[in-house]
């Protein structure tokens, strides 16, 4: 599956996920060097966010760390 699809499949989960339960929030969209366009979320409370990060395990935080760096 080409990453662009990986990428829509996943944002259209958030705007479910964002409608439906009210856990994250839009932040807004960013252009993208590439040229792309990228949807910004976040959290809408801190503990949602401390949940989730709890529940990765530890191998998972060290690759998303290491994604976002």
């Given at each position: 599956?080409?990453?662009?699809?990986?990428?829509?499949?996943?944002?259209?989960?958030?705007?479910?996920?964002?409608?439906?339960?009210?856990?994250?929030?839009?932040?807004?969209?960013?252009?993208?060097?590439?040229?792309?366009?990228?949807?910004?979320?976040?959290?809408?409370?801190a503990l949602y966010?401390?949940?989730?990060?709890?529940?990765?395990?530890?191998?998972?935080?060290?690759?998303?760390?290491?994604?976002?760096?």
């Amino acid at each position: 599956m080409p990453l662009e699809s990986d990428e829509l499949a996943l944002e259209e989960r958030l705007d479910r996920l964002e409608r439906a339960h009210h856990l994250i929030q839009t932040v807004g969209e960013e252009q993208l060097s590439e040229g792309g366009l990228a949807t910004r979320y976040r959290f809408a409370h801190a503990l949602y966010q401390n949940t989730f990060y709890s529940g990765l395990s530890s191998k998972r935080r060290a690759l998303l760390h290491l994604a976002l760096s």
